[in-house]
């Protein structure tokens, strides 16, 4: 018998007239973790979309053999009866249903039509333990964290009597603690016998628990490496993924920093349903222009809370403290306000605040300055249009159009899109809150380039990030963020992560030293 349990032979799959894939061949052994990487828009998704049925037969050439078997799956239920299960990186759990009936919906416990509620409960139970969930099953979704529910995703897998499960970035929403008890996870399952496939863009997780890699490129497959056999380094998936070597994974600019544009003086926000817990403690900052400065810290560690509160007081309440724009104090009291006095800020969720997914390119690019391309309160089409595609151009957005929807868009166009739509505006000071989240390599160097040219042009950039060596490698400067206070601030030339944890672990212990 073979002990390969996934064949997926020279698949090829188009929209209109655009190969989306071309002749992919996938190879997935029994039991074991395989990855599959590649830049946004190679072609992972639709894949796996292929084997999971959401394509259906027909509608794509190729074979799929699941089990020694050819398949023809006309829907989803079809691979799922043969217990192949995709979870999607946009969860589709029900918030306000219990983690007992998310886990068994669709697959209810029932007799004679009616559901069983202890067995499903109890079942539930069983299955939280197996991914490590330690929760009452009547708990609901909107109560729990975004780790927690992405365990209960794969509780619902394993409910359906999963021989192969598909994670599509599972951890892109996840903290370092999350994501490390995820890959465990996924370790213990292969050990019960339970076969995964991991899309991800983290390469340093894919090397971590991946037993075989292959490289997509364009539709294509590249290669296929296996741990043990053959040399697996970042930098040989990335060649794989780009095309090219990437020996600088951050673009060289030497800083032309001016004078100082926008102050942050004795800042404070309480939180926004409870008065008296104060989210930002007296926070003082300051950016130059053609200056590029970091907010680090740990995951809710007030870096989002601050950005937020000064752009337009769009997060907290009872906020104090001054903001001087050019040395001159103004009140941005309003989003539009802020707008109007030269700020932006591109949010770290895209896809929900920072773009209308169903509109074109065109619009969610004009939608911030309307007024730039109106005339008498009239939107000139001529004028949108030639702004468009100057965007379109200038951060080389890969489309068939600029009436392309958005939704359709990879993650790293989508964020130009996002990006484009801000800088239309023509801010002084441009707020970037985790720009580069769910992005591959190659878009992130093209991101990088982009917040280089606007610091050249002289605006002044703040850079919220999750990733180290992305503020060390992008920063001039960086303030430290812990327990909503500045606990450091540092030169590029004094930077490094342990600089910065150690930062942190100081003003987090002074910090507790005064509680006790």
């Known amino acids: 018998m073979s002990d390969l349990i996934l064949e997926m032979r020279n698949i090829t799959k188009a929209f209109s007239s655009i190969k989306a894939l071309d002749n992919v061949n996938l190879e997935v052994k029994n039991g074991e973790i395989h990855a599959l990487v590649g830049e946004n828009g190679a072609g992972k998704s639709t894949l796996m979309n292929v084997l999971s049925g959401i394509y259906p037969y027909g509608t794509y050439t190729g074979d799929i053999v699941f089990g020694g078997k050819v398949c023809q799956f006309k829907e989803i239920k079809d691979s799922e009866r043969l217990g192949i299960v995709i979870i999607h990186q946009e969860l589709a759990l029900i918030p306000y249903l219990s983690i007992a009936e998310n886990v068994f919906l669709g697959n209810e416990q029932a007799k004679t039509g009616i559901i069983d509620w202890n067995q499903t409960t109890t079942k539930t139970k069983e299955i939280l333990d197996l991914v490590g969930l330690h929760e009452n099953p009547s708990t609901l979704i909107t109560n729990i964290g975004v780790g927690k529910q992405q365990l209960v995703e794969i509780a619902r897998a394993l409910a359906k009597d999963v021989k ?27 050990t019960k016998g339970i076969t995964s496939i ?51 994974r951050f673009p060289i600019r030497e800083p032309k920093i001016g ?23 007296n926070v003082n900052i300051n950016i130059r222009s053609g200056e590029i400065v970091g907010l680090a810290g740990l ?35 309003t989003v539009s306000k802020a707008i109007d006095a030269g700020l932006a800020y591109v949010t770290e969720d895209r896809k929900n605040y920072g773009l209308v997914l169903i509109d074109n ?22 004028d949108e ?59 992130k160097y093209e991101i990088y380039t982009i917040i280089n040219q606007l610091a050249d042009e002289g605006k002044s950039i703040v850079v919220i990030s999750s990733e180290m060596p992305e503020l060390l490698g992008l920063c001039d400067r960086i ?21 910065i944890m150690k930062c942190i672990m100081n003003h987090t212990k002074g910090y507790k030293d005064e509680q006790y």
């Open 164 to 190: 192969l499960l598909i994670l599509d970035e599972p951890t892109a929403a996840l903290n370092d603690e999350e994501s490390n008890k995820l890959l465990e996870l996924l370790n213990n399952l292969r």
């Open 198 to 248: 991991l899309i991800s863009h983290k390469l340093n997780e894919v090397s971590k628990v991946a037993d075989q890699i292959t490289v997509i490129r364009d539709g294509k497959t590249i290669e296929t490496l296996e741990k043990g056999v053959d040399e697996i380094s970042e930098d040989r998936i990335i060649k794989g993924m780009v095309g090219r070597d990437m020996s600088h």
């Open 479 to 499: 303030y430290v963020v812990t327990e909503g206070e500045i606990a450091g601030e540092l030169s590029r030339e004094e930077a490094s992560q342990e600089s």
């Open 361 to 382: 390119i065109k619009n969610n690019i004009t939608m911030a300055n309307l007024q730039k391309v109106s005339k008498n309160s009239v939107v000139g089409d001529q």
């Open 385 to 443: 249009n030639m702004v468009a595609h100057d965007f379109r151009k200038k951060f080389n957005i890969k489309s068939s159009s600029i009436l392309q929807k958005t939704g359709n868009l990879s993650g790293g166009n989508q964020q130009k899109v996002v990006l484009s739509k801000w800088v239309f505006t023509d801010p002084e000071v441009l707020i970037l809150d985790e720009p580069t989240r769910g992005i591959d390599v190659g878009a």
């Open 299 to 333: 995951m809710g560690a007030g870096r989002t809370e601050i950005a937020m509160s000064i752009f337009g007081r769009s997060y907290g309440k009872k906020i104090t403290g001054t903001i001087k724009l050019k040395g001159k104090p103004v009140e941005l009291t």
């Open 259 to 281: 004078e100082v544009i926008m102050e942050v003086e004795n800042w404070n926000v309480t939180h926004p349903l409870h008065d008296d817990r104060k989210v930002i403690n």
